[in-house]
């Protein structure tokens, strides 16, 4: 079963008389778990009102650029960057020939130039407006530019006639569209991820912790399951639901998570280790819960064991991935966390304004021994396939006899 769990879709409806099937694409794109937002241009409200898309997206329509409501914050870009993927079903022939000209006068030819998320077309028209030389140049120039097509399809027509032209069936969109985000770049491949904080135990009730959430460890998880690898997930304690097809091993303490993380290192090719792991742990534990009977109270504590560098030492070792998370001087932490620690790669963010800890978004600063990108501002679900697509390149690159 094709699945768009937790994937954010943007559907574009243009002026076509397929318009009419876009309502059962939009329910059908959420049955597959995705996030649907919708957006028409004026030619497609003639064919199908916005109001029956909102009913079955459950999110407000957008029709026009020049909405001063929404763009006081900068809607369409909003909306751009929030997509993981763009689809436009149906795409009429004068919005593909306005996308290849880079025209950009209605809120979904913006929206298409401003997204950098993966843009798919798929077309809807009379046959011979299909097989015109203009619109077969005007997608040539987009298949360049890397948009995808998907279809058109051939059979009967609305206007009677019998050819290619046809917008694909809802189904065969949504499963194509799934299929997008398979991209096969750790196939056969197994992938274990940390995930979450630890707690480390004060007393029966109190313990020392962090802040994380564990979205970001989830979503590499999940990115590398849909790039083809077993994938076990070690979490921390978060309030996450596990990603379809990924073995989930929970875990509470820095020493479980250690445990847990050494006795599935054998067929590990990579170790990507997301978890906010405590550093320290109080030496020891208190029977009873704490009183509030003096005015302060030292706790002595000790380091937890270094999970990463545990696995780093293996020989032979993992693809070994760390993360770092940093309020300052976030590089030259990262790059002696990489040299140190003997890793493949380390991604490092800084904590806080939106991003990092306690947020959806993120930004990634990925460092390798000869080299590294900067990953900007994105969605953690985002940033995680970026993160998971270099890792492969990566990996593969490392020694291409040994992973041939």
Same mark, same amino acid.
């Given at each position: 079963?094709?699945?768009?769990?937790?994937?954010?879709?943007?559907?574009?409806?243009?002026?076509?008389? @397929?318009?009419?099937?876009?309502?059962?694409?939009?329910?059908?794109?959420?049955?597959?778990?995705?996030?649907?937002? $919708? $957006?028409?241009?004026?030619?497609?409200?003639?064919?199908?009102?916005?109001?029956?898309?909102?009913?079955?997206?459950?999110?407000?329509?957008?029709?026009?650029?020049?909405?001063?409501? @929404?763009?006081?914050?900068?809607?369409?870009?909003?909306?751009?960057?929030?997509?993981?993927?763009?689809?436009?079903?149906?795409?009429?022939?004068?919005?593909?020939?306005?996308?290849?000209?880079?025209?950009?006068?209605?809120?979904?030819?913006?929206?298409?130039?401003?997204?950098?998320?993966?843009?798919?077309?798929?077309?809807?028209?009379?046959?011979?407006?299909?097989?015109?030389?203009?619109?077969?140049?005007?997608?040539?120039?987009?298949?360049?530019?890397?948009?995808? #097509?998907?279809?058109?399809?051939?059979?009967?027509?609305?206007?009677?006639?019998?050819?290619?032209?046809?917008?694909?069936?809802?189904?065969?969109?949504?499963?194509?569209?799934?299929?997008? #985000?398979?991209?096969?770049?750790?196939?056969?491949?197994?992938?274990?991820?940390?995930?979450?904080?630890?707690?480390?135990?004060?007393?029966?009730?109190?313990?020392?912790?962090?802040?994380?959430?564990?979205?970001?460890? #989830?979503?590499?998880?999940?990115?590398?399951?849909?790039?083809?690898?077993?994938?076990?997930?070690?979490?921390?304690?978060?309030?996450?639901?596990?990603?379809?097809?990924?073995?989930?091993?929970?875990?509470?303490?820095?020493?479980?998570?250690?445990? @847990?993380?050494?006795?599935?290192?054998?067929?590990?090719?990579?170790?990507?280790?997301?978890?906010?792991? @405590?550093?320290?742990?109080?030496?020891?534990?208190?029977?009873?819960?704490?009183?509030?009977?003096?005015?302060?109270?030292?706790?002595?504590?000790?380091?937890?064991?270094?999970?990463?560098?545990?696995?780093?030492?293996?020989?032979?070792?993992?693809?070994? $991935?760390?993360?770092?998370?940093?309020?300052?001087?976030?590089?030259?932490?990262?790059?002696?966390?990489?040299?140190?620690?003997?890793?493949?790669?380390?991604?490092?963010?800084?904590?806080?304004?939106?991003?990092?800890?306690?947020?959806?978004?993120?930004?990634?600063?990925?460092?390798?021994?000869?080299?590294?990108?900067?990953?900007?501002?994105?969605?953690?679900?985002?940033?995680?396939?970026?993160?998971?697509?270099?890792?492969?390149?990566?990996?593969?690159?490392?020694?291409?006899?040994?992973?041939?």
């Amino acid at each position: 079963m094709f699945s768009l769990i937790n994937k954010r879709i943007l559907l574009g409806v243009t002026g076509s008389i @397929a318009a009419y099937k876009s309502a059962d694409l939009v329910r059908r794109l959420r049955e597959a778990g995705a996030e649907v937002r $919708v $957006v028409m241009t004026k030619g497609a409200t003639e064919f199908i009102t916005p109001l029956t898309l909102q009913a079955l997206s459950g999110a407000p329509v957008r029709t026009s650029l020049l909405d001063a409501d @929404a763009e006081a914050a900068m809607g369409h870009i909003e909306l751009a960057r929030w997509a993981d993927a763009v689809l436009v079903a149906p795409a009429s022939a004068d919005f593909i020939a306005r996308l290849a000209h880079g025209r950009a006068d209605d809120l979904l030819a913006a929206l298409c130039l401003a997204s950098e998320a993966p843009l798919v077309l798929a077309p809807a028209m009379n046959r011979a407006m299909w097989a015109n030389a203009a619109t077969r140049d005007n997608c040539e120039l987009l298949r360049e530019r890397g948009v995808r #097509f998907f279809g058109p399809a051939q059979g009967v027509q609305a206007c009677g006639e019998t050819g290619p032209g046809r917008m694909l069936e809802p189904p065969e969109l949504v499963e194509r569209l799934a299929a997008l #985000f398979q991209t096969g770049a750790l196939a056969g491949l197994s992938v274990l991820v940390t995930a979450g904080p630890t707690r480390e135990a004060l007393d029966p009730v109190r313990y020392l912790s962090n802040r994380s959430s564990g979205k970001m460890g #989830f979503a590499v998880a999940r990115a590398a399951a849909e790039a083809g690898a077993r994938v076990t997930l070690v979490a921390g304690p978060v309030a996450l639901a596990a990603p379809p097809g990924v073995e989930r091993v929970d875990v509470e303490s820095a020493q479980e998570m250690y445990d @847990a993380v050494m006795a599935r290192t054998a067929d590990c090719d990579v170790f990507i280790a997301v978890a906010a792991v @405590a550093d320290y742990r109080p030496t020891s534990v208190a029977d009873d819960k704490i009183k509030k009977n003096e005015a302060s109270i030292s706790v002595a504590m000790e380091r937890t064991p270094d999970i990463l560098a545990a696995v780093a030492r293996l020989s032979p070792a993992p693809f070994c $991935v760390g993360f770092a998370a940093e309020t300052a001087d976030l590089r030259r932490y990262a790059e002696d966390k990489l040299l140190r620690k003997g890793l493949a790669m380390v991604a490092a963010n800084e904590v806080g304004a939106g991003v990092g800890f306690d947020s959806d978004d993120n930004a990634l600063e990925v460092l390798w021994a000869d080299g590294g990108v900067s990953l900007p501002r994105a969605t953690k679900q985002q940033l995680g396939r970026q993160l998971i697509s270099l890792i492969g390149e990566r990996y593969h690159a490392k020694d291409p006899v040994e992973n041939s």
